[in-house]
């Protein structure tokens, strides 16, 4: 039993690390041999598919994917508890369909993968089958949902609808087809006005956004054309195919073997002799740590889950209140995103088919702004309250400290100089940042073990699940999207409320931070961007600086209430309420926000160096 339970763990750690091996292959034959491995990116590819929907698995066992909850948070209990009920029945319904969809892609694949000799249905062969897992792991999970009261629907019930679905769909497809809502009502046009109404009205019930997704396109072809779902439908598998996306998990894990080999805590302790003797001395080590570690994770929860506990209690112990403690720890976070390497701008990068690299060099000038922002606030803050002032390091203990974090503060400049002179793609970047974060903890820091090793690319796959979720969804509602033009009519809207690229701007910050306070910065990023992205373009809005804009924009929304994600991982590190984060993060979204609105105002800021460096 316990390899069953350990399984998704088990092969999604090893994939990583297969993964790993070849692209540290590829990279050395290329660089050092100048003799590239022809089927080393393609085979790359294909075992992250398996290792994203291994991850996919993980989250469901653990219930970690991204979901809105705060209409549900207000409910009585029992009215909460039927409404869990009915969300995971909708999940239910959605791994079903993924088996059913799956198996018919799996059937229907008969090309070759060229520079593996292999047939493509090793590469959809992981949809149907890693779905069979995660309808055990789902069982599982409901089992001690009905345990703990969450919901009133035991795993049995699911066991004994699943069978019988499985029977129709597998036995008697024709009766399968009276399924479909185009056989009694005729939608016509207003289908997709419809589907997207229930979308919404299921997300905010709390079904998991990436699963809503896939509900609300399933429910637009039964509506309107059910054939042509299963062409669709390839789709959830051919979005992970990607080789960009690949950086994701090796970003995620150069964070993750951070924190493990104990060089967090060096670079703390950096910071802190750099700035620690200014007036709000440890707010600026908070907000320069921050800085630093972003070069590393480019990650905002990342950030806030690793480096949160040691800056707070810090803080507490230098004499600050708590709720500055929290409110700096919080808005320092969102430098993450901002700052190469950012798994938001690789994302961003993906879905709007623009340079990752351009995207990471104009990113780091609005990083920089808003570490001065918040420092500067920070200060004014501090003074009124008068915070204590740390002693200054003397000479011996900045050079000590700085000469034992300084592997640390050479990844960002590494990963950036890579890719700049062309060493490097920005996934091999995230390889070598992998690579490179073992090798300092290993055997320069001495504080990273194997067995440390696996449970980092363990929890790197599970974090990665979450994304791949996302991705595969979303790019299937994405189809649906594109055959209604949708992101069309939305650019007629701006174009009658808007007669200038300015107002289009501020039209599409405003609605952003609406959306922020609502939904996850991850969820928005692919929900809101593929609609967002034509109207830039049809504006002529420059989609470099269009990328950095909407990540600094989305980023408010995770310190912004009743959704702020990075207020409630900075509570749980710092053992505070989230009110208590919430009313010290305040006085930091000022100086944010007036960033945001300088550099809507005066694109050059962002891309005046990415158009100087790479034309």
């Known amino acids: 039993m316990k390899f069953i339970n350990k399984l998704e ?34 085979l790359a590819r294909l075992l992250f598919i398996y ?11 653990s219930q970690q994917h991204v979901y809105i909850d705060f209409l549900t948070n207000l409910m ?13 029945i909708l999940i239910f319904i959605s791994i079903v369909l993924f088996v059913h969809l799956g198996f018919k ?3 229907g694949a008969t090309f070759e993968i060229v520079s593996l000799g292999i047939s493509e249905k090793w590469l959809y062969g992981g949809l149907p089958f890693i779905s069979l897992l995660m309808f055990f792991r789902f069982l599982q999970a409901q089992q001690e949902n009905f345990h703990k009261k969450l919901t009133y629907l035991p795993a049995l019930f699911f066991v004994v609808s699943a069978v019988i679905i499985f029977a129709i769909l597998f036995f008697q497809p024709d009766w399968f087809k009276a399924l479909r ?17 229930i979308w919404l009205v299921i997300m905010f019930l709390g079904t998991p956004v990436g699963w809503s997704l896939f ?21 959830l598998v051919d979005s992970l195919n990607s080789f960009p996306l690949l950086s994701v998990p090796f970003f995620i894990l150069t964070g993750i073997l951070m924190n493990t080999g104990g060089i967090t805590t060096k670079i703390f302790t950096f910071a802190k002799a750099l700035l620690g003797h200014y007036t709000g001395g440890m707010g600026h080590v908070n907000i320069g740590a921050s800085l630093i570690f972003s070069g590393m994770s480019g990650s905002a929860l990342a950030d806030a889950g690793g480096l949160g506990q040691l800056e707070i209690k810090s803080m507490r112990d230098a004499g600050y209140d708590d709720e500055i403690s929290g409110g700096i720890t919080a808005a320092s976070c969102i430098i993450g995103p901002l700052v190469p390497p950012s798994i938001a701008m690789i994302i961003y990068g993906v879905i709007a088919n623009e340079s990752i690299a351009k995207l990471f060099i104009a990113g780091f000038v609005p990083g920089v702004l808003v570490t001065i922002a918040l420092m500067s606030m920070n200060y004014f803050v501090s003074k009124k309250r008068g915070y204590p002032r740390t002693p200054k390091a003397t000479r011996e203990e900045l050079c000590k400290s700085f000469k034992e974090s300084i592997w640390a503060i050479l990844t960002p400049v590494l990963i950036i100089a890579g890719i700049f002179s062309g060493l490097f793609t920005p996934t091999e970047a995230a390889v070598f ?10 055997f320069v820091y001495k504080e990273l073990t194997l067995e440390s090793l696996f449970k980092s690319c363990v929890e790197a796959i599970s974090i990665t699940g979450v994304t791949a979720l996302m991705v595969m969804t979303v790019t299937f509602f994405g189809d649906m999207i594109a055959r209604e033009q949708v992101a069309m009519k939305i650019g007629e809207a701006f174009v009658a409320l808007a007669d200038s690229p300015i107002m289009v701007l501020v039209m599409i910050n405003l609605l952003l931070l609406f959306l922020g306070m609502f939904i996850d910065a991850l969820a928005l990023q692919f929900l809101v961007l593929p609609m967002l992205i034509p109207i830039a373009q049809q504006f002529g809005i420059d989609l470099v600086f269009f990328g950095v804009m909407t990540t600094l924009n989305m980023m408010i929304g995770i310190l ?16 505070m309420s989230v009110s208590t984060v919430t009313k010290g993060v305040l006085p930091f979204l000022a100086p944010i926000f007036i960033t945001l609105v300088l550099i809507t105002i005066f694109p050059q800021i962002i891309t005046f160096i990415p158009n100087l460096l790479m034309p």
């Open 215 to 235: 509900i609300a396109t399933v429910l637009y072809f039964a509506m309107t054309r059910w054939n042509i779902i299963n062409s669709a439908s390839i789709k």
């Open 76 to 88: 009585p209990d029992y009215i909460r508890r039927v409404t869990n009920s009915f969300v995971q």
């Open 433 to 442: 940042a992998s690579a490179y974060a073992i090798i300092i903890g290993k």
């Open 9 to 42: 763990e088990w092969l999604g750690g090893t994939l990583l690390l297969i993964i790993f091996a070849i692209l540290v292959a590829q990279i050395i034959a290329r660089q050092i041999f100048d003799s590239p491995i022809i089927w080393s990116e393609e």
């Open 51 to 61: 290792a994203g929907l291994f991850g996919i698995s993980m989250a469901i066992r």
């Open 105 to 107: 892609t799996w059937i």
């Open 181 to 197: 809502i185009s056989n009694y009502v005729k939608f016509g046009s207003s289908a997709v006005y419809v589907t997207l109404g």
């Open 560 to 575: 912004t209430p009743p959704m702020g994600m990075a207020l409630f991982v900075v509570a749980r590190v710092g053992n």
